[in-house]
């Protein structure tokens, strides 16, 4: 009954989930592995070349190669020694690193066919791989496949080429199945759903070559597969590839798929074993038409990651781990490790972006004023408690841990706040060589954890743009003094603290900018034409002559106030007359009859000076209104 209900949850098993779960039998049985057939001429010479794994215990072992005769096998050549019927002949050498051995075998003869194996130790240990020898008498030979020995949870590389008349060609890797070879990718971007993300074809030269690059290496993918120009069997060129899969211990594991939150980081580890100096080491985004590159160890950035990705090399354990942060959905995707070293340390891996809330907060964007004392925080929750905190300065290079040695006060330094759970990271002064992104992290063990970005932006007074109508006159030291922090509030740049820059601030500035002079230059003509205003006023009377209205100096009027004045009369007024007579009014009879009795005293001068302003009113008024006055003398 329970065997019946095991088979019965095996059976609802999804089908993917079949990928990993069955081994391949050589797989299994034996981690050695060589050709399953290999074809000979008559008088020539073969190479027989067996792969084992390259523990200690096997690079020290008996190696052999052995003819199966029913349930025996014998050995015809092993590691120091070669049976007589094959002395002179057949010779075997050893290669421990490059995991192989090879058998060489010359002067071949029709009872060299036969059913072979080539193996470790004795006899029976089961560490042996079965070869076919086929020896004819045709002088064409079929092509041998190409033997491939990779590790599980490796990258696999292959090279390809036909000549340059296959360039416009389509290029392909197809795996052998029974109903035919199933396409893998093809140069026309059409990749197999199981392979999406971990195969990449890549045009080389010269014209017409290519290779296709294979990461996390499975045991599903031991098999035969074929890389050609053309169509697979339909008459194009195609080469064989057996590839077989097995297990390194000693090979480490890394994470297949990677989960960040949106906002946060993600940390990604890439091996690179031996690590020189010489060594390219790249990190890049995987693409259906190639891998776009992020990063890399000559201090290459791409322009829109700066200070969201940094690469930082662990000489310990040969490993080179990348950190991306400021995550959004768009950065999902697969992203791989390539070196020019080991193709087989390539690998790739799976970022997968999910809603949620950051651990590590605090203010990304930090604006500060040079000179003042700014405090970068950096908040982390209880479960980072026992992780070490670090402060670093992201550039193209890496981000350096913070403080540095040697560094001394006043300067960067890092402090943690147990009660509220914060690292700081202070400047006390800030300088414009502190501008820049500061990253806030985690580790444990030497790994790293998340982490989160900071940019500091450093500006002087002089970065301040005023208007007119905001400009601050205080010189007291309150008005210019810095928050806690160094960090400006959105209303102290608006007054000039540090420049604003949003675009919206930039366009009232601009505004500001076009409207203040102008209206500095309307307020000055406004001024002075009120000062010239009250001056002329100031020097006249306004007097009404017939329809005209104007200012008359009163200069043309000395002779006239010669005329009417007497000892202790009052000046006369204007008063307005509908007609056009000059009239004026005295205050008092007494002040009338002197008025009258100087008018005939000195009537000659009276007419004079009377004659002198009608002429002087005449030209003003035609001057001002553009029209003949009629002005009529008063009557007697």
Request: aromatic share 10%; charged share 20%; net charge negative.
């Amino acid at each position: 009954m329970k065997l019946l209900a095991l088979v019965f949850l095996l059976a609802l098993l999804p089908a993917g989930s079949a990928r990993g779960r069955h081994l391949p039998k050589a797989a299994i049985s034996s981690p050695v592995f060589g050709p399953r057939q290999v074809q000979g001429v008559l008088g020539g010479s073969v190479t027989v070349q067996c792969f084992y794994p390259p523990t200690p215990v096997n690079k020290h072992d008996r190696k052999y190669w052995c003819r199966q005769q029913g349930s025996r096998c014998v050995t015809m050549v092993a590691t120091n020694f070669v049976a007589p019927s094959y002395q002179g002949r057949v010779s075997l050498s050893d290669h421990p690193e490059a995991e192989n051995f090879q058998i060489h075998i010359s002067d071949l003869g029709p009872g060299d066919s036969g059913t072979f194996q080539c193996g470790l130790g004795v006899n029976g240990r089961g560490l042996s791989h079965t070869v076919t020898l086929n020896v004819t008498e045709g002088p064409d030979v079929p092509e041998a496949a190409e033997l491939f020995y990779v590790k599980l949870r490796s990258t696999w590389t292959v090279s390809c080429g036909f000549g340059e008349h296959t360039a416009s060609m389509r290029r392909y890797l197809c795996k052998k199945e029974k109903d035919g070879c199933r396409n893998i990718v093809n140069s026309y971007q059409e990749i197999d759903p199981d392979f999406q993300g971990r195969v990449l074809l890549t045009f080389e030269e010269p014209p017409g070559s290519f290779s296709v690059t294979m990461t996390q290496m499975d045991w599903e993918d031991t098999g035969l597969y074929y890389c050609g120009a053309g169509e697979y069997g339909n008459g194009g060129n195609s080469k064989e590839l057996d590839v077989f899969v097995y297990e390194d211990k000693n090979f480490p594991h890394l994470k297949t798929t990677v989960t960040g939150k949106t906002g946060s980081s993600a940390t990604f580890e890439c091996l690179y074993d031996p690590l020189k100096k010489s060594s390219t080491r790249i990190w890049c985004k995987w693409r259906k038409q190639g891998c776009d590159k992020i990063i890399d160890n000559t201090g290459y950035v791409k322009f829109n990651y700066e200070g969201r990705v940094a690469m930082f090399e662990n000489p310990e354990n040969k490993t080179v781990t990348v950190v991306l942060n400021q995550l959004q959905p768009r950065d999902e995707g697969f992203y791989w490790c390539m070196s020019n070293e080991l193709k087989e340390q390539q690998s790739s891996t799976e970022l997968k972006v999910v809603e949620g809330e950051p651990a590590l907060t605090g203010q990304k964007l930090v604006e500060a004023r040079e000179g003042s004392r700014v405090d970068l925080t950096c908040s982390y929750p209880c479960q980072y408690y026992s992780y070490e905190k670090y402060w670093c300065k992201w550039n193209y290079t890496g981000c350096p841990m913070l403080p540095t040695p040697g560094q001394g006060l006043p300067g960067p330094a890092a402090t943690c706040d147990s009660s509220t759970r914060t690292v700081v990271l202070s400047f006390d002064p800030v300088t414009r060589e502190d501008a820049g992104w500061y990253w806030c992290g985690v580790r444990r063990n030497g790994a790293f954890g998340e982490a989160m970005a900071v940019e500091l932006q450093v500006g002087t007074e002089g970065d301040a743009k005023h208007s007119p109508e905001l400009l601050d006159v205080d010189s007291s030291p309150e008005s210019g003094a810095v928050p806690p922090g160094g960090a400006y509030s959105d209303a102290e740049v608006r007054k000039g603290a540090a420049p604003d820059s949003s675009e919206e601030s930039h366009g009232s500035n601009t505004l500001a900018l076009v409207l203040g002079p102008l209206a500095g230059l309307i307020l000055i003509v406004v001024t002075a034409f009120a000062i010239v205003r009250y001056r002329q006023l100031k020097r006249s009377d306004l007097v009404s002559v017939g329809s005209y209205r104007t200012n008359i100096s009163m200069s043309d009027f000395e002779s006239v106030r010669d005329f009417s004045a007497s000892n202790g009369a009052r000046e006369s007024q204007e008063t307005p007359m509908g007609g056009d007579e000059f009239v004026t009014t005295s205050d008092t009879p007494e002040s009338a009859a002197d008025t009258k009795k100087a008018k005939r005293s000195s009537k000659e001068d009276a007419e004079l000076a009377y004659s002198s302003f009608l002429a002087t009113s005449d030209s003003i008024a035609q001057g001002s209104a553009g029209g003949d006055g009629a002005v009529s003398p008063p009557q007697a």
